[in-house]
């Protein structure tokens, strides 16, 4: 797994770098939000660890809102500020997690690998909407079979889909309501401790 480490502290850098390669990252490490966005262009990497205060004219925030308008990657903030402004700053562009520095590598290391796994759900969960909207353009204005139903499809395509929903906890089914055919996918939330919601 490839990281981009944005920090401007050269020995803090350096501390994380060594230690995020003992866990078997490859870490490539620029010092500026203005490098960074420029090392993406050219660079594929899995993940980003951004510092707030940068060097230069902008800072951590501003360089990844700039990084996610171009590219769909996971940014985590990694910084010394504890402040509750501050974190509803980094909140408002990416949820993928904030560490504070004196965290160890352990806590590092889990934090990554939870948004992973999120930026992962995310995407499997747009695929399924992408095919699902393309079955709802296929069928709508044609319509369906009133005993149409995903279980008992023949074709391998919707069973696929609706196996993978219900490994999910999610359902699919069709709202004969409107002209021709729409497909409705539905997911459970469940409420978490700090008030958020996940799948």
């Given at each position: 797994?490839?990281?981009?480490?944005?920090e401007?502290?050269?020995?803090?850098?350096?501390?994380?770098?060594?230690?995020?390669?003992?866990?078997?990252?490859?870490?490539?490490?620029?010092?500026?939000?203005?490098?960074?966005?420029?090392?993406?262009?050219?660079?594929?990497?899995?993940?980003?660890?951004?510092?707030?205060?940068?060097?230069?004219?902008?800072?951590?925030?501003?360089?990844?809102?700039?990084?996610?308008?171009?590219?769909?990657?996971?940014?985590?903030?990694?910084?010394?500020?504890?402040?509750?402004?501050?974190?509803?700053?980094?909140e408002?562009?990416?949820?993928y997690?904030?560490?504070?520095?004196?965290?160890?590598?352990?806590?590092?290391?889990?934090?990554i690998?939870?948004?992973?796994?999120?930026?992962?759900?995310?995407?499997?969960?747009?695929?399924?909407?992408?095919?699902?909207?393309?079955?709802?353009?296929?069928?709508?204005?044609?319509?369906?079979?009133d005993?149409?139903?995903?279980?008992?499809?023949?074709?391998?395509?919707?069973?696929?889909?609706?196996?993978?929903?219900?490994?999910?906890?999610?359902?699919?089914?069709?709202?004969?309501?409107?002209?021709?055919?729409?497909?409705?996918?539905?997911?459970?939330?469940?409420?978490?401790?700090?008030?958020?919601?996940?799948?």
């Amino acid at each position: 797994m490839k990281i981009l480490l944005v920090e401007d502290e050269y020995l803090i850098a350096m501390t994380e770098t060594n230690a995020l390669k003992d866990y078997g990252y490859e870490v490539r490490h620029v010092s500026s939000g203005e490098k960074a966005i420029e090392i993406v262009k050219s660079e594929g990497f899995d993940l980003i660890l951004m510092d707030i205060n940068l060097e230069n004219e902008i800072d951590g925030i501003e360089t990844a809102q700039i990084i996610l308008d171009k590219l769909d990657i996971p940014i985590i903030f990694v910084s010394s500020h504890i402040e509750k402004e501050v974190v509803e700053r980094t909140e408002k562009v990416t949820s993928y997690g904030y560490v504070v520095k004196s965290s160890t590598i352990t806590v590092l290391d889990a934090s990554i690998k939870k948004a992973m796994k999120l930026f992962n759900a995310k995407k499997e969960v747009g695929k399924y909407a992408l095919t699902c909207r393309k079955i709802k353009e296929e069928l709508n204005g044609i319509g369906m079979p009133d005993n149409f139903n995903f279980d008992n499809s023949e074709g391998f395509g919707l069973q696929l889909i609706s196996g993978l929903l219900s490994s999910m906890q999610g359902s699919i089914r069709i709202d004969r309501e409107v002209k021709g055919a729409s497909i409705i996918i539905e997911f459970k939330y469940k409420e978490t401790k700090n008030g958020t919601s996940k799948i």
